[in-house]
């Protein structure tokens, strides 16, 4: 079954310490995005890669990395510098967005708690 | 910029049919999606315009006007698990989603 993963489901971590979110697709999906949801507000994007070892900031990238080593693979960083890290974060991917709409497929979520 | 504007919420009884209404405002105009998600689930796809008009889907319907920066996702013989948040999302030019806040269905027996 093709699908996208993203583990945990929960993750609890201090305040100060860095925590990777993990997200796989197995849908040969050349474009894959990170979006954090808060309540109240709509989904806000984090970071997306388009292809390869290529990636690119959203429109809330401070205090988050991420790496593309892998078509697969896109795991997203929530650094000690992100201010308010306590948040549902969804992973998502799409078939290259170029000549098409962009569809995008998303992952069951992290919830992720900071104290 | 983008600017998306939903209700916040709306409630309706087993049977009826709800409206939800998407106005926004974009410097670029791909098309308009609609994604249903559960609470603490994935959002799902349910429809996507991208011409003026309404795409019917079962009981789903979705119409667009882009002149007037106007969507609405109707639903129909509405059921108890479409009780959900139901999410209008803008394409811009470069193909990125601008996504509004949501708009949390209710269904009551």
């Known amino acids: 079954d093709g699908g996208i993963t993203q583990s945990p489901k929960y993750l609890f971590r201090k305040e100060g310490q860095n925590v990777t979110l993990s997200c796989e697709q197995n849908l040969n999906h050349d474009a894959m995005y990170w979006y954090r949801q808060d309540p109240g507000q709509g989904l806000r994007l984090i970071y997306y890669?388009?292809?390869?070892?290529?990636?690119q900031k959203g429109d809330i990238a401070e205090g988050y990395s991420v790496s593309r080593e892998k078509k697969e693979s896109f795991p997203l960083t929530v650094t000690s510098a992100q201010k308010n890290p306590t948040a549902f974060y969804l992973c998502?991917?799409?078939?290259?967005?170029?000549?098409?709409?962009?569809?995008?497929?998303f992952g069951p979520g992290t919830r992720l708690t900071v104290t | 910029g983008q600017n998306i504007d939903q209700p916040t919420e709306m409630t309706a009884t087993e049977g009826a049919i709800v409206q939800i209404n998407c106005t926004y405002q974009t410097s670029g105009f791909n098309g308009l999606f609609w994604y249903q998600q559960h609470a603490g689930e994935a959002p799902t796809f349910l429809s996507y315009n991208v011409l003026d008009g309404l795409e019917e889907k079962g009981r789903f319907s979705s119409f667009l006007s882009r002149s007037k920066g106007y969507s609405y996702l109707l639903l129909k013989e509405l059921q108890m698990k479409d009780s959900a948040s139901y999410l209008c999302a803008v394409e811009n030019s470069w193909g990125k989603l601008q996504f509004g806040a949501g708009t949390q269905v209710v269904v009551t027996p």
């Open positions: 998502a991917s799409s078939i290259d967005p170029g000549p098409n709409p962009n569809e995008q497929y």
């Open positions: 890669s388009q292809i390869v070892n290529d990636f």
